[in-house]
C-alpha cells in the first residue's frame, strides 16, 4: 500500500478519492502500517483523516482521479508507478 512504502502524495490522492480505512489480511490498516514503519508523516495524515471527529473528508470525482492517473502514467513519473495499476 501507499501507507506502508511511505507515499504521502499517493496517500492524499487515495483519500481524495474516497479510500477507506480497511484492513488487509493480517488486519492491518494503513495507519497501522504507516505507524509499523515509522512514517510519521503519513501517521499524522491517516490519523487526522481517519480519527478526528467531524473532520472534512472530501471526494473527487472517479473521472478527476482517473485523469489524474492518466496524466501520471503520460508523464512517466516514476514515483507514482503503484498507481498504474489502477489504470
Not at 478526528?52 to 472530501?58: D, Q, V
Amino acid at each position: 500500500s501507499a501507507a506502508r512504502a511511505g507515499h504521502l502524495l499517493v496517500c492524499k490522492i487515495l483519500l481524495e478519492a474516497g479510500a477507506q480505512n480497511s484492513t488487509n489480511s493480517n488486519g492491518l490498516s494503513a495507519l497501522d502500517m504507516a505507524k509499523k514503519n515509522g512514517y510519521k508523516p503519513i501517521v499524522t495524515l491517516l490519523d487526522g483523516y481517519f480519527n478526528t471527529p467531524g473532520a472534512a473528508k472530501s471526494s473527487a470525482s472517479a473521472l478527476s482521479l482517473r485523469i489524474l492517473l492518466l496524466v501520471i502514467k503520460f508523464t512517466g513519473n516514476t514515483q507514482f508507478n503503484c498507481l498504474q495499476t489502477l489504470l
